[in-house]
């Protein structure tokens, strides 16, 4: 089993950057899959990145490509998501969530989540 606990959420001009972090508990970290999802008010939970476990693999959905970094620390069981050149639209609560094996862009497929995290974005 693995607990997910993220953090580096808060307010921040368009244009600007934040860093969140999901820490992870577990001797088995390394050998999870680990993605990032937001949830805007009044929308579905929708795929933003996922890392493979070993970190060689990344995949983006269109809206971040180019702005996103999804990176992982195995030796400190901590995945990543570097925003830049955020814009209002990037508002939402962010999930890190965790699946064994293979990357996956579906929600279902992840078995572990975390509390989630806000992130604002003011015009």
């Known amino acids: 089993q693995v607990q997910l606990v993220e953090s580096g959420g808060g307010l921040v001009q368009a244009g600007g950057s934040l860093r969140l972090s999901c820490a992870g508990s577990?001797?088995?970290?390394?050998?999870?899959?680990m993605a990032w999802f937001r949830q805007a008010p009044g929308e579905e939970r929708e795929f933003t990145a996922t890392i493979s476990s070993g970190g060689y693999t990344t995949y983006y959905a269109d809206s971040v490509k180019g702005r996103f970094t999804i990176s992982r620390d195995n030796a400190k069981n901590t995945v990543y998501l570097q925003m830049n050149s955020l814009k209002p639209e990037d508002t939402a609560v962010y999930y890190c969530?965790?699946?064994?094996?293979?990357?996956?862009?579906?929600?279902?497929?992840?078995?572990?989540w975390g509390q989630g995290t806000q992130v604002t974005v003011s015009e």
């Open positions: 577990g001797r088995t970290f390394s050998a999870y899959a």
């Open positions: 969530a965790a699946k064994p094996y293979g990357t996956s862009v579906r929600r279902d497929d992840y078995r572990y």
